[in-house]
């Protein structure tokens, strides 16, 4: 297993500010290598035998960075993104969002020898905050006969942070499996189409405190000009099963709210003005039970084009297909993968661009569709499914348990993510 993660010399509240603090160090499997002084000499070590061939489990948890993944003049075999078949694809390179994972057969068919196997962040934003150092973290593959006094061969990483076209041929490539284990067809028939615009926003900046965002204001994110707002005494899911109302909106749109040049957004209209503020809202949309869901989720310019890792909780979905600027459905719908598209649970939005999801709403209960960065949680980069019970008790929604904590958090204070606070049990 190959861990990619990140490091804070800091209290770990410091990460919930607005932006989030860069982080001090990447790491690979707990260890940042030769390209900081202080550790050197600590580097993860993969020991292989040369002419054998090893499955890598390769997890990116680093909070809030996409990673580039590289070893040096080596080729790996993709099989699986997200736990899921993928037709055989070789790369020389990867590319991983936050909490995504891609298993990988590496054959050690290169002279014995030491070779770096390296991560290297990928930033496809503008600079709303200063960029970390364009650094590249090491660990090593090392053959058995290597001597310690072999200087192991270098990664030939993406030569620019912000290798957009790098991250989108490896991401755009993948395929499924097709008569593979757990694979299923593509639903052509489609019972709920939603087009909704994501990106940053801006709201007013808290009195008594200074904001980063342009014009003195503080960051904000948006799904079809909607904030959402995390609830405050009970979860999502208990007010959905108790039928508790005032708790959310069963609201969330299919369209955004206002038509626009979303990838090239300039202010013209007051409408266009109001975009930039989205409104804070606890909103979330129902699906009944097994129907057929196509998102196509649009970046935005407004404040920034950026690769968001768009996340969904309690699903797989089909990726359909991926695009640069605005998505237009006479274009671009015929050009969709309905034969083999990729299955994943998390897909980085390509900056400025747009991706086109489908997915069954099997699984009864509230469901989060968010941005998996966690520094983007605090922004309300978050909508909510709801998804109704089936026909029979297997698939309906089960009652809470009796011991389950009760939310006594202020809902304008940002919680761990990983807690599920305010959304479900």
Known sequence: ????????????????????????????????????PCSENRMFKLK??????????????????????????HNVTVVSVDAAYTTPYGSDVMILTPGQTVDALLTADQPIGMYYMSIIPYLSASSLAPAPPRKVINSLIVYKGATSTTSPSRSLMPSQINSVSTAHRFSSNITSLVGGPYWTPVPLHVDEKMFVTMGLGLEQCPSETKCA????QRITGSLSNRTFLMPGTISLQEAYFYNISGVYTDDFPDQPPTKFDYANFRVHTDSEKKMIFPERKTSVKTLKYNSTVEIVVQNTGIITTESHPMHLHGFNFYVLGYGFGNYVPARDAKKLNLVNPQMHNTVGVPPG???????????????????????????GIIMAFIVENGPTPETSLQPPPSNLPQCTHDPTIYESPTTNVGLSY
């Open 1 to 36: 297993m190959i861990m990619q993660g990140q490091w804070w010399d800091t209290d770990i509240e410091q990460l919930n500010l607005r932006p989030a603090p860069i982080c001090d160090a990447y790491l690979i499997n707990g260890l940042a290598g030769d390209s900081y």
């Open 213 to 216: 965002g342009p014009s003195g």
């Open 48 to 73: 292989v035998i040369q002419g054998k061939t090893y499955l890598l489990r390769i997890i990116n948890a680093a909070l809030n960075t996409h990673l580039f993944f590289k070893i040096a003049d």
């Open 353 to 379: 661009g747009w991706v086109a999801l489908r997915f069954i709403a099997n699984n009864p209960g509230a469901w989060i569709f968010h941005c998996h960065m966690d520094a983007h949680l605090p922004y």
